[in-house]
């Protein structure tokens, strides 16, 4: 997408401009954990410092933000009548450092929430959302090119490249454009967009793990079948545990639960992230499993963000961020597998 | 898509996931069902069509979805039958006069475009609970009498005290527009009626497969039998409807639970063709009965 203006900002600017803003409104952007350094989350930046311009990913995606691991929908009581009351969020916050292929993400659950019927809760909280890109450098698990998010800026307001001491920054909407007023900046010149474009560059020479066929034909693979013998195959190292669905930036399936409050009066109904692969996500009262083995289970997985999806929406529902391969615990890697498929695909005529 | 003809449901734009109150105004026990009747606390009709569910939430326990069992030709109230099978649904027929829940919906796509039904013989295959769904449009086809042709409802339970609706469906017995053949798989002492699966009378009975519709409810199981004997019958697969089970929590689509292949249970049915169906692996996945699923896990080993 075509920045609407580009400006560079040094990083001693750059610090003062995350200050300015933390005056005013809450920043969430990558750290590194407290409890386990050399690895990062998003949570709420204290000061400039606590940015970590330099992460390679998160264990869990900034999806977190905008629709929480367990997010209060309403509260209730149990008077005669029961009284409700919506929850609802609406302070404003800035989204730091999200990398194009989170952006990717974000994009693609804004397509999935809002189409018909749209549910209000995730597009609240998308407004409260300004959000800042970050470029990257990718490590062994990502193979954004595959899927074409290694350039994403969609839905970013501002989009940032780093240069020799700072960044060069894309704005994207009025909203990036108002932001950066807060800023000390200057015009960009040759040299630096020159740098900027060297850095993606490399960044997509750097990527090792590729799809070895163009997505529709992945798709077209897994609508033809026949590939129960690889399911199977991979099925016998997964354990059902659900890491994947838990770290993808796309995965956006659900469950709910009522909890009560300790005095007994009323309670909160949640919306929790859930999991396709684990063994009761499809099992009705009375037992029946619609999906009872794990290789279903698993092609599943697969089924619904190379295949169906991606029909629906035109777009993969995998961003190439490779979080589900880090995440495995059998080291399942999604970029082996689905090559996996492809070649036995070709096998087969 | 699968029936591109049916309409989505458009009125319900934005989703809070936070339901609508409605108050119990009777409860009536059945030995294997309770059957609840609901009024919306502004007491609008809900405006249903017959097949269409609604979550309904007991606050502290959860959401269930159950199907409307009451037809929207009578307006003033509408009601659930719920049998007791997990934490909700026991929650549910615990409940009383006087009690409040909370009720999202009219979700999902009825039975058959009515429209398309008018003037046709109309079929309907019930196997334990999925009464509840066809009761709705028993009552519905029974209040709009000229504009259909004969109905038939075959109805088998597994025993003679889990039938439901056991007054009605005396009286459908005695009802000359339709003809109902009830049957159990395990007889009582006291049982005079038939013995055996839905699939018998089917059997039997003597169908106008060009002017026939037919719509099927109940256990997975069932699907399939009733399908092949239709089929056999000579109806085609675009005359048969299912109303299928799935697991829901969101009811609208969003949730990913309901899946079955490309479609979402809660939105694009509950009620399918079975047309739309036989193309779709995990709905055959579904129909194998689970003892034959069993058998086949035995051969591997
Ligand atoms: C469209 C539709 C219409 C329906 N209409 C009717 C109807 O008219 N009447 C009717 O009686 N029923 C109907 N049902 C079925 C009804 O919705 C279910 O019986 C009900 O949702 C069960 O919910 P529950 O909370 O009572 O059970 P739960 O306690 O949620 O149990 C549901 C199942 O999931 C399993 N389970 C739940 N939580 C867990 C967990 N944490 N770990 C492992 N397993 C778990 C349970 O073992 C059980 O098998 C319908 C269902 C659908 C989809
Ligand atoms: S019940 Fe949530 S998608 Fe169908």
Known sequence: MTPRGIQIISGPDFNMFLEAIMAVQTVIGPRERGDQPGYYLFSRLQRAEDFAPGYKTTTLPPKKILASPKEKLFSFTFDKPPRLRLHVDASPFVLLGVHPCDLAGIDALDHAYAHPPAEMRWSANRKRATIIGLDCQPDAYCFCSSVGTDAARIPCDLFLTPIDHGYLAEIHSDRGRQLLQKANTSNAGEEELAAAKRWRQQKVERIRAKFDAPLERIADILETGGLTPTWKETAKRCYSCGSCNTACPTCFCFDMIDELDPDLRGGTRYRTWDSCQLLDFAMVAGGHNFRGERWQRVRHRWQRKFLYLFRQFGRPYCTGCGRCSRACTVDINIVDVTNQLIAAAKMEG | ?301
């Open chain 2, 1 to 301: 898509m699968a029936a591109p003809d049916r309409q989505q449901a458009a009125d319900i734009s934005i989703i809070s996931y936070m339901p609508e109150r409605a108050k119990v105004i009777s409860t009536h026990r059945e030995s294997s069902a309770t059957t609840i009747e609901l009024v919306l606390e502004d007491g609008r009709p809900l405006h249903h069509s017959p097949g269409q569910f609604v979550q309904v939430s007991v606050f502290g326990y959860g959401e269930a979805p159950l199907s409307l069992c009451s037809s929207p030709t009578r307006s003033e109230s509408f009601s659930i039958c719920v049998q007791p099978k997990g934490n909700v649904s026991r929650a549910i027929t615990a409940l009383s006069s006087g009690d409040w829940v909370g009720i999202r919906g009219p979700y999902g796509q009825g039975f058959f475009p009515i429209d398309q039904m008018r003037r046709k013989n109309v079929l309907l295959v019930a196997g334990g609970i999925g009464i509840a769904p066809l009761r709705s449009l028993i009552h519905f086809i029974c209040d709009k009498q000229k504009d259909y042709g004969r109905l038939q409802v075959v109805y088998g339970a597994k025993t003679p005290s889990t039938l439901l609706f056991q007054k009605e469906t005396a009286q459908w017995v005695e009802n000359p527009h339709l003809d109902f053949y009830l049957t159990v798989d395990q007889p009582d002492k006291t049982w005079q009626g038939r013995t055996g699966v839905v699939t018998e009378p089917l059997r039997e009975m003597d169908l106008a497969p060009d002017n026939t519709i037919a719509a099927i409810c109940g256990p997975p199981v069932m699907f399939r039998f009733v399908a092949m004997e239709l089929l056999q019958k000579g109806l085609s697969g675009e005359n048969i409807y299912f109303s299928l089970e799935r697991r829901f929590k969101c009811g609208i689509g969003k949730c990913g639970h309901c899946q079955l292949n490309d479609l979402y249970v809660c939105r694009d049915g509950p009620v399918f063709r079975y047309s739309d169906l036989q193309t779709r692996k995990e709905a055959g996945e579904a129909w194998v009965p689970e003892k034959a699923q069993d058998a086949a896990k035995e051969e591997k080993r």
